[in-house]
């Protein structure tokens, strides 16, 4: 199958990747190609097979719902990019 | 030195013949000399490993050693490691430096091991060559023209070329087992849930594994046993009793079964690869194995299925990486948008970032029927074809890759073509098995694996096929020429 060019710019956007405009034709050459190996998926007879997505079948195991760990804000903050009053900082988003 | 097994460190160890100091002292001397040509190692921990070397000491002396004390590895750069730059091959995590140490790591400090530096890898373990590092690429020991395999490359070469006794990997498709097999070492891929993933920075979880890559079987099972067993903090971790690895390395392997699935000796497969792969079989059977043919029906939708599951779990994975709480931050963003664009055109590699792409689309609606959910399917349907094999046999043997390392920049510039390399792993992923490569022989000087797949949790069978073969056979003692003999 093809691919849109318009098409790749909106799953960007959805994976909030920022694509140059120069290399959006690549990129989407490449997909296109990625996508047509995939598409051989689409023969297989599928029928109403559960789909698989544990290889063990297992399924989440719950916990006691009491807490068990220590408040780390210090050391996870002292590697954030910027931070104030135990506070992650962004640019602005209501002005 | 550098030419010890892991079993025999710690016997050399245990009988004072040398301290586990001149042992540490031995690798990194080795790392100084070789690595800068061939680029295995992202960080080398000296002062940590030769302070955990003289702990190691003390402790021997004392006699309260455990099981690895004093025995230097080298830790995939995926592995979060405590106050030492964890970057997982990315521009991303560049100066991310982990608060926690991954289950693994904890486990092998525990037992006495020593770190001796984080290995190079493909980006976020998306790769088959190691070329898609943001530390460049890692050459192969063997032919330095050709590639290492990928995605634990470092790890393969820097066993390989003797600057570690043995390495921990990950694999998702292939990346311990393929590596191993273009390297001419031992490597485990383990049961999905048989080594915990917390800590492991994450690239696709339902078929993420750790595991050992080393010269022999017994040193795998040595690691395995270590790594191995339940971890309450990773939700996905079994709670399967661990097997005795070690000890049931010398059993008998007569009467043991095994399949040779037809689809993995067909077109693809390199002849003289395939006649390695088949002396390494008749070396079996003169042990007592029986071969028996087998089929894997659904082989040919393994490589469509594992480019739909991996990158659609791999994109849920990475939106964790957001320029906010840890890792890069684009300059001067504009406002929150810029941020997260900025951040993650800037961070990602180009593989990375396709990866991402074609799992986004998978996932978004209108398509997520199309290609997750059916892909969701065809995995049942390649997990049956095993388990009905397992039906018949006890373990199933082929090629770990179609043929030997390729050269450098060979395939970079064609990602499908890439992908294809790993048509013998993939389903072992998709399926939650143990596989296992271990060396078959050279072709071209180059050396080929054979792979050997277990049932679930069927470990112990496969390090005790290939440490049987390893007995009568001395593939896995090839060397490749490296430096002085130190």
């Known amino acids: 199958m093809t691919i849109e060019q318009a098409e790749i710019e909106k799953i960007a956007e ?13 990129v989407t050459q490449r997909l296109t190609e990625i996508l047509a190996m995939v598409d051989q998926l689409q023969a297989a007879d599928t029928g109403d097979i559960e789909p698989l997505s544990n290889p ?15 408040n780390q804000r210090e050391n996870f903050q002292a590697i954030a990019p910027a931070v104030e009053d135990g506070l992650y900082l962004v640019p602005k988003v209501i002005d | 030195m550098h030419t010890k097994t892991v079993a025999q460190l710690i016997e050399g160890l245990r009988d004072k013949e040398f301290s586990s100091v001149e042992v540490c002292q031995a690798y990194l001397a080795r790392i100084a000399e070789l690595d800068e040509t061939l680029n295995s190692f992202i960080t080398v921990e000296t002062d940590q490993a030769l302070a955990a070397a003289e702990s190691a000491d003390r402790a021997i002396a004392k006699g309260q050693a455990g099981p690895l004390a004093g025995v230097p590895i080298a830790h995939k750069d995926i592995f979060c490691t405590r106050g030492t730059r964890t970057s997982c091959g990315s521009r991303m995590l560049d100066s991310f430096i982990p608060p926690y140490d991954a289950t693994l790591i904890q486990r092998f400090d525990g037992a006495g091991a020593l770190r001796l530096g984080k290995t190079n890898m493909d980006e976020f373990a998306m790769g088959s060559s190691n070329e898609n590092s943001f530390y460049g690429a890692v050459l192969n020991p063997w032919d330095k023209n050709c590639v290492p395999g990928g995605s634990s490359g470092g790890s393969a070469a820097a066993v390989a070329a003797g600057l570690a006794p043995a390495a921990t990997g990950t694999d998702t498709g292939g990346s311990i087992r393929q590596p191993s097999s273009f390297c001419g070492l031992t490597g485990l891929k383990p049961t999905y ?125 990475l939106s964790r990486f957001d320029g906010v709480r840890y890792g890069h931050r684009c300059d001067a963003p504009a406002d929150l948008h810029d941020l997260y664009t900025r951040t993650r055109e800037e961070g990602f590699g180009d593989e990375v970032k396709r990866r991402i792409l074609v799992g986004t689309y998978a996932l978004s609606a209108g398509y997520y029927d199309a290609y997750y959910k059916k892909a969701q399917q065809v995995r049942r349907l390649i997990r049956q074809d095993f388990l009905d094999c397992f039906q018949e046999v006890d373990i199933i043997a082929g090629p770990t890759t179609p043929g030997p390392a390729f050269r450098l920049g060979e395939k970079s510039d064609d990602p499908v073509a890439m992908y294809l390399e790993d048509v013998y792993t993939l389903a072992v992923n998709l399926a939650g098995l143990p596989g296992l490569s271990a060396p078959a022989g050279l072709v071209a000087g180059k050396p080929i694996g054979l792979q050997l797949i277990g049932q679930h949790f069927g470990e112990a069978r496969l390090l005790n096929a290939a440490h049987k073969l390893q007995q009568s056979t001395d593939w896995h003692e090839l060397r490749p020429q490296t430096g002085s003999a130190r």
Not at chain 2, 300 to 305: G, K, N, S, Y
Request: proline share 5%; with cysteine.
């Open chain 1, 14 to 26: 959805l994976a909030r990747i920022r694509i140059d405009a120069a290399q959006v034709g690549e």
């Open chain 1, 56 to 70: 063990l079948d297992a399924t989440q195991r719950l916990r006691s719902d009491v807490v068990t760990e220590g």
């Open chain 2, 193 to 317: 849930g048989r080594v915990s993933r917390l800590g492991m920075v994450a690239f696709a979880s339902s078929l993420d594994q750790a595991g050992p890559m080393a010269r022999t079987a017994e040193d795998c099972a040595i690691l395995l046993s270590v790594m191995a067993g339940h971890d309450p903090l990773d939700s996905t971790s079994s709670t399967e009793p661990v097997a005795d690895f070690r000890g049931a390395l010398n059993d008998s392997i007569e009467g043991l079964r095994i399949g040779l699935p037809r689809e993995y000796f067909g077109e693809g497969l390199d002849s003289t690869t395939g006649d390695c792969i088949k002396a390494a079989l008749a070396e079996l059977e003169k042990l007592g194995a029986v071969l028996v043919d087998v089929s894997l029906p659904h082989s040919h939708l393994t490589i469509p299925t594992y480019y739909v599951i991996a990158p659609a779990e791999a994109s849920t994975n």
